[in-house]
């Protein structure tokens, strides 16, 4: 994961890095180094020190959190611009959640130190940061009750695909549930199941019939959700 140059860095984020002075942005730039990751690479791990942020200049990356008892759950995918380890900065001193590469990615790691200091320095920043940490909190306010309320294995699914289908957007927006949604699914149907707690046998089972009934499509990287709010109404 060698250094590469910042000057790739794309920083998109509407939230965290719009109506800034030129001045923060030019010293934003030079903070930190970038690195090059390959796919399926960690950036963080849940429980270790966060003694840096990162920005992520390009690539796509899982955000995962875990219980005690070794059960997973994925959060959502971040994009590019967006800002991993926010939470962990300003609560420390420990990561709350893992990040883990789906593609090849850039990231631009900067120390803690630094950052509060850059935040410190430019109230647009710190401003810009609150109203993204509110957005995150909101997601996972719409989410919880989906992943945690549904006792079937058919709603656990369906729950899933909705909350990934409405989070994994580079603009983080929530998409409208009464059109098509296509969103890249990456997770074997092992995987999948282990992640929201039901055989592989039996996520199979219950996405041919989803696709049986006209509500989903799947590819090898990619799923379509054709009629959200029936899988909705119908599952959840």
């Given at each position: 994961m060698p250094p590469s140059s910042c000057s790739i860095c794309?920083?998109?984020?509407?939230?965290?890095f719009s109506h800034i002075s030129p001045s923060a942005l030019s010293d934003f730039r030079s903070l930190g180094t970038c690195r090059s990751h390959p796919a399926n690479d960690f950036l963080i791990r849940q429980g270790f020190p966060s003694d840096h942020v990162f920005v992520l200049c390009s690539g796509r990356v899982k955000l995962i959190a875990s219980s005690p008892l070794g059960r997973f759950l994925r959060l959502r995918?971040?994009?590019?611009?967006?800002?991993?380890?926010?939470?962990s900065l300003l609560r420390g001193p420990r990561h709350l959640v893992t990040a883990e590469t789906l593609v090849p990615s850039t990231v631009k790691y900067i120390p803690r130190t630094d950052f509060i200091r850059f935040m410190d320095t430019y109230a647009d920043v710190t401003r810009n940061i609150a109203q993204t940490m509110a957005r995150d909190y909101d997601g996972a306010t719409r989410s919880a009750p989906r992943l945690t309320l549904p006792n079937s294995a058919a709603s656990k699914l369906a729950s899933a695909l909705l909350n990934w289908a409405q989070t994994d957007h580079h603009d983080n927006a929530p998409a409208p549930l009464d059109q098509s949604i296509s969103f890249p699914m990456s997770l074997t149907h092992e995987e999948l199941g282990y992640r929201i707690g039901i055989p592989r046998q039996t996520v199979t089972r219950i996405l041919l019939k989803f696709r049986r009934e006209g509500l989903i499509e799947q590819t090898r990287e990619h799923i379509t959700l054709h009629h959200p709010d029936t899988l909705q109404s119908r599952y959840c």
């Open positions: 794309s920083i998109q984020d509407p939230e965290v995918v971040a994009g590019p611009g967006e800002i991993l380890g926010l939470a």
